[in-house]
C-alpha cells in the first residue's frame, strides 16, 4: 500500500465549478500535509501546505485535512482555464528534514 | 529568478552511457532533495541533503546514482551506465520551514 492514494481522474469539469480533489493517506503520523500543482513537463508548483487537521484557505484555493479519517482535499471555487492541470498531494513527518510522500497526482481540465 | 534551478533541461542520452545534473537551489536553503517522476506518477524521493551532508537515501538509489553536494550549495546528481529505466523527469527541491519548493527539473530520456 502507498503511503499517500490519489485518484488519477482525469477529471473535467465546466469553467466556474467548484472542484473538489482527494487524497486518503496511510500513515497516522504524517503532520504535514501540501498540495502542488503541475503543468505539462514542469516541475510542481506548492499551492497550499497545512499542518495537523484544519482548514487553510488562500485565495480560490481551500485545503482540508481530516487526521480522523486520513483524508486530505484540495477545493477550488470559481475554476477557471488556468485551472487545468495535475494536481498532487503530499504528506510528511513532523520533523524537518525529512522525504515528502505523493499521491499519483489528478489531472484536471476546466472546460471554457 | 530566485528560485529552484536545474540545469540541464533536457537530455538525451545513449544506453550505457554517464551523465550528470545539476541542481541550484534557493539560496537560504540548507535542505536539498532529488525525485525522480515517471509519467503518470507523483515524484519518488532519491536522496537529500542538509549542507553538505547527505542524510537519506532511497532504496531507488541504486549502485549507479551517485549525489554530491560539495560546499553546500549546488548539488549534483550523477547516473553511470544509464539503463532504458532511467527514463525520468529528474526534479530537485530545495525546503524551508517545512515547505518545499521545486526546480523545472531535467527530463532525461535513454534511447
Known amino acids: 500500500q502507498k503511503e499517500v492514494e490519489q485518484d488519477p481522474g482525469p477529471l473535467s469539469v465546466p469553467e466556474g465549478a467548484i472542484v473538489s480533489l482527494n487524497c486518503t493517506y496511510s500513515?497516522?503520523?504524517?503532520?504535514?500535509f501540501m498540495w502542488y500543482r503541475q503543468y505539462s513537463r514542469k516541475g510542481p508548483e506548492l499551492l497550499m501546505y497545512?499542518?495537523?487537521?484544519g482548514n487553510k484557505e488562500d485565495g480560490r484555493f481551500t485545503a482540508q485535512v481530516d487526521k480522523s479519517s486520513k483524508y486530505i482535499s484540495l477545493f477550488i471555487r470559481d475554476s477557471q482555464p488556468s485551472d487545468s492541470a495535475t494536481y498532487l498531494c503530499?504528506?510528511?513527518?513532523?520533523?524537518?528534514?525529512?522525504?515528502?510522500?505523493f499521491g499519483t497526482g489528478t489531472s484536471l481540465t476546466v472546460i471554457p | 529568478d530566485t528560485g529552484v534551478s536545474q540545469d540541464p533541461r533536457h537530455k538525451i542520452t545513449k544506453r550505457g552511457q554517464n551523465v550528470t545534473f545539476r541542481c541550484d537551489p534557493i539560496?537560504?536553503?540548507?535542505?536539498l532533495y532529488w525525485y525522480r517522476q515517471t509519467l503518470g506518477q507523483g515524484p519518488e524521493f532519491l536522496t537529500y541533503?542538509?549542507?553538505?551532508?547527505?542524510?537519506?537515501k532511497s532504496r531507488l538509489l541504486s549502485d549507479r546514482f551517485s549525489a554530491e553536494r560539495p560546499k553546500g550549495s549546488f548539488s549534483t546528481l550523477e547516473i553511470q551506465r544509464t539503463e532504458q529505466g532511467d527514463s525520468a523527469m529528474y526534479l530537485c527541491?530545495?525546503?524551508?520551514?517545512?515547505?518545499?519548493?521545486f526546480g523545472p527539473g531535467t527530463r532525461l530520456t535513454v534511447l
Open positions: 539560496s537560504e536553503h540548507n535542505r
Open positions: 541533503f542538509q549542507n553538505e551532508a547527505q542524510l537519506e
Open positions: 497545512t499542518y495537523s487537521s
Open positions: 503530499a504528506g510528511a513527518f513532523p520533523f524537518t528534514g525529512n522525504q515528502f510522500y
Open positions: 527541491a530545495s525546503l524551508a520551514e517545512n515547505e518545499q519548493f
Open positions: 500513515n497516522s503520523a504524517f503532520q504535514y
